[in-house]
């Protein structure tokens, strides 16, 4: 049975905890609060079953437990004398839609720190608001759980000592924040996804939760294009992940995955999600990438992509974003179109931008593979090794140069 | 009589369940299907999340057109996730067949509907 209440607790997570740091102005206090709620549920519910509204329930009894350890505690004491007033005079649980929203948008947006490196910002959202273990984030992270632990009470500091402003904020301020978190949100899909093979399967956990908080997202603000096309990508990309890697942990290239392991069930509510974002007509960067991973996902075969919208879309996408890396993906979808030869050309000019980028030389070594020059391939993908790539990158890049170097022949060399 | 049997909840609960928890309610509606498919013709329908609908609102006034909503939709506590229907010999055996999927995360409603037209198939 506590599995059930579990799984409702999780689900209500988010929300209490963001409506609860409004009450009690205190992340910590939040925390605890409904921590004690759900203690309380687990009796409650089990004897007399779930309430029509557990998460009304949830936050009546946290507000109340939350009360009651202020008035013990030394430290929120203080809290209590300078925000009892709005404890007391608050309105009935749950708040209204608007105020949830902004609620939980402004927990996330606290998470988003800009004095907190990046993934001490994806660490802290794990925690508050996915309410993952230290453990897990700790795991996620290739981390000693002592360490994560240090920097999320680190974190947890900075946040407390810089406080957000607690008003309904202004269409402006809103549009800021939910900028920022759905970068964050994206940016923890990535940190799971780039390296969730081999031994870090536990690196999954991040993308999952990745997809919850673009979910959440969406159910908070449907009509908001970007971020209903943010959870269409990272849904569509999540949707490989049995198809990438093989039994022995190895990278599988996207054109040598077996199709039949791709989760149909995701690619298709991924596609609806996506011809939402569409109709709502604002093409933004995950609308355009949501696009390009739908192009692949429904592509019966590989030679069924349509590598013209794809080379198309990275076009539209470099107008907005015109970064060397867009551009390097935009070759790499002529090369289908037009060679390698054409490709290699047209890479050229990034060669500055890009000699630290892994994935520049990786593509040229392949390219001047089917060109034939496996002296120049053989060279590419060496510099591949030196620029750190991870244990599946290794095995796949060594076999590529065995096979230029078997090419070359005893002859030449 | 045809009975449908819709199943409501709460969006994103069975998603946070533990695999093994989500393979035990799922195994629970492959049986159903089975039974279903020995005594005759049904269907069933799974709705996806409310996240990726847009509503249609009746037009302000009549020379206008109807309203595209993308949302915010109100919330509401339970949503319906999907229903199976077929031609069900009585209301109880309808019954007996909905409580095969019955769980603590689902609140399930049997209603007789009439036929209303059209054809479909999962092709």
């Excluded at chain 1, 409650?44 to 557990?54: K, L, V, Y």
């Excluded at chain 1, 034939?372 to 140069?401: F, M, N, S």
């Excluded at chain 2, 007789?112 to 999962?122: E, F, H, L």
Aim: aromatic share 6%; hydrophobic share 45%.
């Amino acid at each position: 049975m506590s599995d059930w209440l579990e799984a409702a607790f999780v689900q209500h997570r988010p929300r209490a905890i963001a409506a609860l740091t409004r009450v009690f102005r205190d992340v910590d206090a939040a925390e605890d609060a409904f921590a004690e709620a759900c203690l309380k549920a687990l009796t409650a519910w089990s004897e007399s079953g779930a309430p029509r509204d557990p998460l009304a329930w949830l936050l009546t009894t946290a507000r109340h437990s939350g009360l009651d350890s202020l008035r013990t505690s030394q430290r929120r004491a203080a809290l209590l004398a300078r925000y009892g007033e709005d404890v007391h005079t608050m309105p009935q649980d749950p708040p209204d839609p608007d105020e949830m929203r902004d609620d939980v948008l402004r927990l996330l947006f606290m998470c988003c720190h800009p004095e907190l490196d990046r993934r001490d910002q994806i660490a802290l959202a794990l925690r508050i608001v996915a309410g993952l273990s230290v453990e897990e984030i700790a795991r996620g992270f290739l981390v000693k759980p002592k360490t994560m632990e240090q920097r999320i009470t680190r974190a947890k500091k900075k946040i407390a000592t810089h406080p957000v402003a607690f008003e309904t904020p202004s269409p402006q301020e809103r549009g800021t924040r939910l900028g920022e978190v759905t970068l964050m949100i994206y940016l923890m899909f990535n940190e799971g996804w780039s390296t969730s093979v081999g031994p870090d399967q536990i690196k999954l956990t991040l993308c999952e939760e990745a997809i919850r908080l673009a979910r959440l997202l969406v159910e908070l603000f449907p009509a908001m294009g970007e971020q209903t096309a943010l959870l269409a990508l990272l849904l569509l990309q999540h949707a490989r992940r049995a198809a990438r890697v093989d039994r022995a942990g190895r990278l599988v290239p996207f054109d040598d995955q077996d199709r039949a392991l791709w989760d149909r069930a995701a690619i298709a509510e991924a596609l609806g999600l996506l011809q939402k974002a569409q109709r709502i007509n604002h093409t933004g960067v995950y609308t355009i990438q949501a696009a390009i991973a739908a192009a692949h996902a429904i592509a019966q075969r590989p030679e069924d992509v349509d590598w013209a919208l794809i080379e198309a879309q990275y076009a539209a996408l470099y107008a907005l974003q015109p970064s060397p890396v867009v551009r390097l993906n935009q070759i790499a979808a002529q090369a289908r179109l037009h060679g390698p030869a054409f490709a290699l050309k047209a890479m050229e000019p990034l060669a500055g931008d890009l000699q630290g980028y892994r994935w520049f030389h990786a593509m040229r070594g392949a390219f001047l593979q089917e060109l034939g020059d496996h002296q120049g391939a053989i060279a590419a993908l060496e510099t591949v090794l030196t620029l750190g790539p991870t244990t599946p990158e290794i095995t796949a890049i060594k076999e590529k140069i065995a096979a230029s170097q078997k090419n070359l022949g005893p002859a030449s060399g | 009589m045809i009975y449908a049997i819709s199943i409501y909840g709460e969006p994103g609960v069975f998603e946070a369940l533990p695999k093994e928890r989500q393979d035990q309610v799922l195994a629970r509606h492959i049986e159903l299907q089975e039974a279903l498919k020995k005594r005759g013709a049904f269907i069933s329908m799974k709705l996806m999340p409310p996240t990726s609908a847009v509503m249609v609102e009746p037009a302000p006034s009549a020379e206008r057109v109807p309203l595209i909503v993308d949302g915010p939709f109100s919330e509401t506590k339970e949503n319906f996730l999907g229903f199976y229907a077929a031609d069900f010999d009585s209301l109880d055996e309808a019954l007996d067949y909905a409580k095969m999927i019955s769980s603590p995360i689902a609140r399930l409603e049997v209603r007789p509907v009439a036929w209303a037209g059209g054809a479909m198939s999962s092709e």
